[in-house]
């Protein structure tokens, strides 16, 4: 919702005289040195809104005068950050999708990994299960286990357990 802001009249004039001036910006093939006017503005703009804690895209005129004008408050960090993940989920991005491809891609050999997020939109408690290959051991040795179950310890101990 918009609110009422008023800027002081040294901020309007610089506004005012921002818009006269065509100030130099020069072309070398691709290359454009300076601002033009609308980056002038903008930067000018950005600055008031960091000023005064409005959003500088939403700023219209006021019926009030030339120094009142409409704009929406700006967002706190805390409530950007929750916008950002209403954003996320809005698109259809899953945190334990993420997470899951996460913990597989570090290699996790757990078998349970409890992760908790608490946010202000939601809050989450993920259990990721993966399967994870144990090695065998030798119960006799505690040497490993090839794959057809025969210890692997066929050196000093030549343990010959099979399983």
């Known amino acids: 919702m918009k609110q009422e802001f008023e ?3 040294e901020e309007m004039d610089d506004i005012i005289q921002i818009n006269k001036d065509v100030g130099p910006v020069m072309q070398i093939g691709t290359v454009t040195t300076g601002m033009d006017r609308q980056e002038k503005i903008n930067n ?3 600055g008031l809104a960091d000023k005064y804690g409005f959003n500088p895209e939403t700023v219209e005129g006021s019926s009030r005068g030339e ?3 409409l704009a929406e408050p700006a967002l ?3 409530q950007r950050a929750e916008a950002e993940l209403k954003k996320d989920l809005e698109h259809g991005i899953e945190l334990s999708t993420k997470l899951i491809k996460y913990v597989i891609d570090m290699g996790a050999m757990a078998t349970k990994i409890p ?3 608490k946010g202000n939109i939601w809050n989450v408690k993920v259990e990721c299960i ?3 290959v144990k090695e065998e051991i030798c119960p006799l040795c505690e040497s490993p286990l090839e794959d057809n179950g ?3 310890d066929v050196g000093s101990n030549n343990c010959q357990y099979k399983k």
């Open 115 to 117: 992760v908790t997020y």
């Open 7 to 9: 800027m002081t009249q």
């Open 130 to 132: 993966t399967d994870s």
């Open 76 to 78: 706190t960090k805390d």
């Open 67 to 69: 120094l009142y004008f």
């Open 150 to 152: 025969k210890c692997s």
């Open 44 to 46: 000018y703009w950005q």
